[in-house]
């Protein structure tokens, strides 16, 4: 659009359909990375009306813009002695409040546009923490599956041979998501290591005997159940007694369970890619560890746990979101719950759902749990909780301290608290109604635009 003088106007001020447009026209073929933008877009624009120098900063344009995409090749080499390539990212996306901070993902799906999506959500993720990291995302199309632990190996020391150039604890600090675990953290640590001849906290989810933190592994699971138990709370109830369905089955999911329980909850399902278990009698303690052996140490499928408790019926293909419930919590991957699911779970009876993944529900879905005063939890704001322990992580290892068990479980709970608050103070709508999506967006732009703004045009 021009403003008369030959030179475009700002694209805030073409408003959200010229520039979603102009978003869709500058990354072609990436619909997860579209998507994400679309959601914040649709809260930011109605918070940035009438604030003309969010306009003229043209702030979300540049947020939506990462400040670099790094694409590299990975050469390896695997058991049968065969050349492998595949292909590495780092999307760092925004650091105007701290150095980049986010996972790196293993999986055949990774690609440009899931990488950029993640690490724009990332972004405002980091900001409602209120600790000073921005956001980054990364990782490679390698599928850990079925391979053996010197063929990770291998690929993990290529993959950091490319990368470590591009992070550093001031600069960059990876950690693991989908397909990098404690085991790939420490030969990607070990690698860097060796090639910079330097001991620093690069990456987070280390192991504790060379850096790591206490109750990292907790974190994300339990952070999203206490978001929830928040939103419950200003209905004037708890978890007690609450049947929920919980997809996914592995780190984030079984410590989500295992917190429902503890707060007196009843855990129905657990899913993995080819399916999902429901157990009438509820997850126990003993069967949720149960299923964190089977998945970390014996790589097995969810399916096995119908073998192993004659109470469960496994349910191929499906999804959990049909079953009765009070409560759900998405935990697997992105889009995993669409319209149709959304509205059989809010014709179920299901009053709240606390997004323990990135990016879950799809639009349509949130569409609605939103025009139906569901407590909806979007991940940007119920999933931190991993990411502040990663936080913390990165401030022990700058002090050279451990801190203990309580603290963490208290800071924890403090962050999650205080995401809840920044949500209400900018996501009530209504007497007894509060947006949780438009509270997240807006409290995590906030920050972020407050301080790009401090530093001009950069």
Same mark, same amino acid.
């Given at each position: 659009?021009?403003?008369?003088?030959?030179?475009?106007?700002?694209?805030?001020?073409?408003?959200?359909?010229?520039?979603?447009?102009?978003?869709?026209?500058?990354?072609?073929?990436?619909?997860?990375?579209?998507?994400?933008?679309?959601?914040?877009?649709?809260d930011i624009f109605d918070?940035?009306?009438?604030?003309?120098?969010y306009h003229r900063w043209q702030i979300l344009r540049r947020i939506a813009e990462p400040d670099r995409v790094v694409s590299f090749r990975v050469s390896w080499e695997d058991d049968e002695h065969n050349i492998r390539v595949q292909r590495g990212y780092r999307v760092q996306n925004n650091n105007a409040i701290g150095p980049y901070k986010g996972g790196l993902r293993f999986h055949p799906s990774v690609n440009e546009s899931i990488l950029k999506f993640l690490a724009f959500e990332q972004t405002f993720k980091n900001a409602l923490t209120g600790l000073p990291m921005g956001g980054g995302k990364g990782g490679a199309n390698f599928n850990p599956k079925g391979k053996s632990d010197g063929e990770i190996m291998r690929f993990c020391q290529s993959f950091m041979t490319e990368l470590y150039r591009h992070i550093g604890a001031d600069v960059d600090v990876p950690a693991g998501d989908i397909g990098v675990g404690g085991r790939e953290i420490g030969y990607m640590f070990g690698q860097y290591k060796r090639i910079t001849n330097s001991f620093e906290?690069? =990456?987070?989810? $280390?192991?504790?005997?060379?850096?790591? %933190?206490?109750?990292r592994p907790e974190a994300t699971g339990y952070g999203a159940v206490y978001f929830l138990e928040n939103m419950l709370k200003t209905k004037g109830q708890d978890l007690t007694g609450k049947r929920a369905v919980i997809s996914g089955s592995g780190n984030v999911a079984t410590h989500a369970a295992e917190k429902i329980v503890q707060l007196g909850g009843k855990v129905l399902t657990l899913s993995d890619s080819e399916g999902f278990v429901y157990d009438p009698d509820g997850f126990t303690q003993e069967k949720i560890d149960w299923v964190k052996t089977h998945k970390t140490r014996r790589?097995?499928?969810?399916s096995d746990y119908a073998k192993e408790y004659k109470t469960a019926t496994f349910h191929a293909g499906e999804r959990p979101w049909g079953v009765e419930c009070d409560v759900a919590l998405p935990c697997a991957t992105q889009n995993e719950l669409n319209g149709k699911e959304a509205? =059989?779970?809010? $014709?179920?009876?299901?009053?709240?759902? %606390?997004?323990?993944?990135?990016?879950?529900?799809?639009?349509?879905?949130?569409?609605?749990?939103?025009?139906?005063?569901?407590?909806?939890?979007?991940?940007?704001?119920?999933?931190?909780?991993?990411?502040?322990?990663?936080?913390?992580?990165?401030?022990?290892?700058?002090?050279?301290?451990?801190?203990?068990?309580?603290?963490?479980?208290?800071?924890?709970?403090?962050?999650?608290?205080?995401?809840?608050?920044?949500?209400?103070?900018?996501?009530e709508r209504e007497k007894g109604y509060v947006d949780y999506v438009r509270g997240a967006n807006i409290a995590g732009f906030k920050k972020v635009a407050d301080a790009m703004l401090a530093f001009g045009v950069v």
């Open positions: 659009m021009s403003r008369g003088d030959g030179t475009a106007a700002p694209s805030e001020h073409v408003g959200i359909e010229g520039f979603m447009e102009g978003v869709k026209r500058r990354n072609p073929g990436q619909p997860e990375f579209v998507q994400a933008v679309q959601e914040v877009a649709e918070f940035i009306e009438g604030k003309e120098e906290g690069v =990456l987070t989810g $280390k192991g504790l005997e060379y850096g790591g %933190s206490l109750i790589r097995g499928r969810i509205e =059989l779970l809010i $014709k179920n009876g299901c009053i709240a759902v %606390s997004e323990g993944a990135n990016m879950p529900t799809d639009l349509e879905g949130v569409h609605l749990f939103r025009k139906a005063k569901t407590l909806y939890a979007p991940g940007k704001a119920a999933n931190a909780g991993g990411v502040a322990v990663s936080g913390l992580e990165m401030s022990q290892n700058s002090a050279r301290i451990s801190w203990k068990v309580d603290e963490l479980q208290r800071l924890l709970r403090d962050i999650m608290d205080g995401i809840h608050e920044r949500c209400l103070e900018y996501g």
